[in-house]
């Protein structure tokens, strides 16, 4: 029976107080039998809704399919019809995200299908979401798992130091504005009313005239002052800046201390899971050893001495379990003072595979890439700037300055020459000051600017190189705990394997329960080791992006994918 596709109908409804639109196609094709049997037994119906609110959303699609038996009577086929598309708009009408209106969105043809007359394909540009999109962009995302990617976004909403650093990059930023504020014009005004009253005395030919003073005298005035030449102003200007950057640089390095706090806090609690995990596992079995040895002392098929040993070896994981715990229980805490708020499970390090850990940059690459963003060296450059710009107005102190002055006057009665007088008075003029002694202050001032510049330019050249070494370290720490990852993997499937032979040897008298025990101890103990060295690879990778300047978000973004797989 060939394909058959029906017309697209339209469907208008109202939901939420928006008009929608829904555009249905229905698809009928024959479900074949298994091949050696002949014939049809039944009908699949696919139904296509394409969901289109008129605000600003875009097109929903969800592809359902019903199978039905070709027997069935027109009506109930027809019901059933009714049914999946009901679901499809049910289940269609959920899925809805932001997009743009006002477009009609054709619904996709299925892979290696004609297009139907009427149906155009789809964009490729338009957005198209469905179940399996969904699913692809909620990959690695548990959210009953605390990964470090969502580790860092509570750290950062509730650390109180990465608040503090927040705070001061904020304050540090405001140094922009005060440096240009020194290059810009300053205007003043003022005003001032005053009521004189008194006597007033003339000594003229020989003779005095007095007179009694009671009048208001009132002035006001508005200046502009415009730096003309003045090199100090424009090193302020400069210094602003340079101290704005001074501070993004150090608020760069308190974010990559966070990161490095949260990922130590994050990895020494997983690494307490997986021990509290290895050492319960290890105490359960030691228990059902117990229980073993006991049923075959009581046979008369094992000494006393063997369930002695391995009671005794039970009690000692016991304690080890009860001491894991209780260190567990301080690393959850430790971490939930970073996260602020109780941490749910943990992820398991079990996933990192070795093949998977090794760099693809060669350590020449990371040591340019430190040199040019490393949080260190950028404080370093910025101090150096800085002092460059103390430098600068340490000079400009020794040279004469120009300003360019605009004052506009209205007084009355200001005084008692211009008594009974009104005054406007508007004044354009460049004022000079030229510095001739200033006690030895600006030669010392200089003198000082000079020894910090140098200052700040050995810590520049100290900050490269502990970043060079410290890259270089962390490098090597990442290759060396990959490799020993590996080798400790392949330690722990030949302690298994030591481990299941020892069992069998036991069982058939080669060896002794003590020999059992030990090798069950390598086995915990090289497990233990594994956990430890892929805790190790995932601090010293968080380590070297952080001494190489790179963001901390994809960085523990990566690593959720190397942890969760």
């Known amino acids: 029976m060939p394909r058959r596709t029906f017309r697209r109908g339209l469907l208008r409804i109202s939901a939420l107080e928006?008009?929608?639109?829904?555009?249905?196609?229905?698809?009928?094709?024959?479900?074949?039998?298994?091949?050696?049997?002949?014939?049809?037994?039944?009908?699949?119906?696919?139904?296509?809704?394409?969901?289109?609110?008129?605000?600003?959303?875009?097109?929903?699609?969800?592809?359902?399919?019903?199978?039905?038996?070709?027997?069935?009577?027109?009506?109930?086929?027809?019901?059933?019809?009714?049914?999946?598309?009901?679901?499809?708009?049910?289940?269609?009408?959920?899925?809805?995200?932001?997009?743009?209106?006002?477009?009609?969105?054709?619904?996709?043809?299925?892979?290696?299908?004609?297009?139907?007359?009427?149906?155009?394909?789809?964009?490729?540009?338009?957005?198209?979401?469905?179940?399996?999109?969904?699913?692809?962009?909620?990959?690695?995302?548990?959210?009953?798992?605390?990964?470090?990617?969502?580790?860092?976004?509570?750290?950062?909403?509730?650390?109180?130091?990465?608040?503090?650093?927040?705070?001061?990059?904020?304050?540090?930023?405001?140094?922009?504005?005060?440096?240009?504020?020194?290059?810009?014009?300053?205007?003043?005004?003022?005003?001032?009313?005053?009521?004189?009253?008194?006597?007033?005395?003339?000594?003229?030919?020989?003779?005095?005239?007095?007179?009694?003073?009671?009048?208001?005298?009132?002035?006001?005035?508005?200046?502009?002052?415009?730096?003309?030449?003045?090199?100090?102003?424009?090193?302020?200007?400069?210094?602003?800046?340079?101290?704005?950057?001074?501070?993004?640089?150090?608020?760069?390095?308190?974010?990559?201390?966070?990161?490095?706090?949260?990922?130590?806090?994050?990895?020494?609690?997983?690494?307490?899971?997986?021990?509290?995990?290895?050492?319960?596992?290890?105490?359960?079995?030691?228990?059902?050893?117990?229980?073993?040895?006991?049923?075959?002392?009581?046979?008369?098929?094992?000494?006393?001495?063997?369930?002695?040993?391995?009671?005794?070896?039970?009690?000692?994981?016991?304690?080890?379990?009860?001491?894991?715990?209780?260190?567990?229980?301080?690393?959850?805490?430790?971490?939930?003072a970073l996260i602020g708020q109780e941490p749910p499970a943990l992820a398991s390090l079990d996933s990192l595979q070795p093949q998977e850990l090794y760099l693809k940059e060669s350590l020449i690459q990371w040591l340019e890439r430190a040199r040019l963003n490393g949080a260190a060296i950028r404080r370093g450059e910025a101090q150096v700037r800085v002092a460059d710009t103390e430098v600068r107005r340490a000079t400009a102190r020794h040279l004469p300055t120009a300003d360019l002055v605009i004052a506009l006057a209205d007084a009355d009665s200001e005084n008692l020459d211009s008594l009974s007088q009104r005054s406007n008075t508007f004044q354009v003029g460049v004022q000079m000051h030229i510095p001739i002694f200033s006690g030895g202050y600006d030669t010392a001032n200089h003198a000082r600017s000079r020894h910090e510049r140098q200052k700040a330019e050995h810590e520049l050249n100290q900050a490269r190189e502990a970043t060079a070494a410290e890259v270089t370290r962390q490098y090597s720490a990442v290759q060396s705990n990959a490799e020993r990852i590996e080798a400790l993997m392949s330690s722990v499937r030949s302690a298994e394997e030591s481990l299941y032979a020892a069992r069998k040897g036991y069982e058939y008298g080669v060896y002794s329960n003590l020999d059992v025990l030990r090798r069950q101890d390598s086995l915990f103990q090289a497990r233990h080791e594994l956990l430890s060295a892929r805790a190790l690879w995932l601090e010293a990778r968080v380590a070297l992006s952080a001494a190489a300047g790179e963001p901390i978000l994809p960085v523990f973004m990566e690593m959720d994918t190397a942890i969760l797989n």
């Open 18 to 336: 928006y008009p929608a639109r829904l555009d249905v196609l229905v698809e009928l094709e024959p479900a074949i039998l298994p091949p050696g049997q002949a014939g049809v037994n039944g009908i699949t119906a696919r139904v296509k809704c394409l969901f289109s609110p008129a605000a600003k959303v875009a097109p929903a699609i969800f592809s359902p399919s019903v199978r039905m038996p070709h027997t069935l009577p027109a009506s109930l086929l027809l019901s059933r019809c009714a049914l999946a598309l009901a679901c499809a708009f049910a289940l269609g009408g959920c899925s809805i995200l932001q997009g743009e209106s006002g477009e009609e969105v054709s619904l996709p043809p299925a892979a290696g299908a004609p297009v139907e007359p009427g149906i155009s394909k789809a964009k490729p540009d338009s957005p198209t979401w469905n179940l399996e999109t969904l699913e692809s962009t909620t990959l690695h995302r548990r959210p009953d798992v605390l990964t470090l990617e969502r580790a860092w976004i509570l750290a950062v909403a509730n650390d109180p130091d990465y608040q503090a650093a927040l705070s001061g990059r904020a304050a540090v930023q405001t140094e922009i504005r005060l440096g240009r504020a020194a290059i810009l014009p300053q205007v003043q005004a003022g005003y001032s009313r005053s009521k004189i009253t008194g006597l007033q005395r003339n000594f003229a030919g020989g003779g005095v005239r007095e007179g009694d003073l009671d009048y208001d005298a009132t002035s006001a005035y508005i200046q502009l002052q415009q730096p003309v030449f003045n090199l100090d102003r424009y090193a302020q200007y400069q210094r602003g800046y340079a101290r704005a950057q001074l501070g993004e640089a150090e608020f760069a390095m308190r974010e990559h201390e966070a990161a490095m706090r949260l990922a130590t806090a994050f990895l020494d609690a997983v690494e307490a899971q997986g021990r509290s995990e290895l050492t319960q596992a290890l105490a359960d079995s030691l228990e059902e050893q117990v229980n073993t040895q006991e049923a075959l002392f009581e046979r008369n098929e094992a000494s006393r001495v063997d369930a002695q040993e391995t009671r005794a070896r039970l009690a000692l994981a016991r304690a080890d379990a009860i001491a894991a715990q209780d260190e567990l229980r301080v690393a959850r805490r430790r971490l939930q």
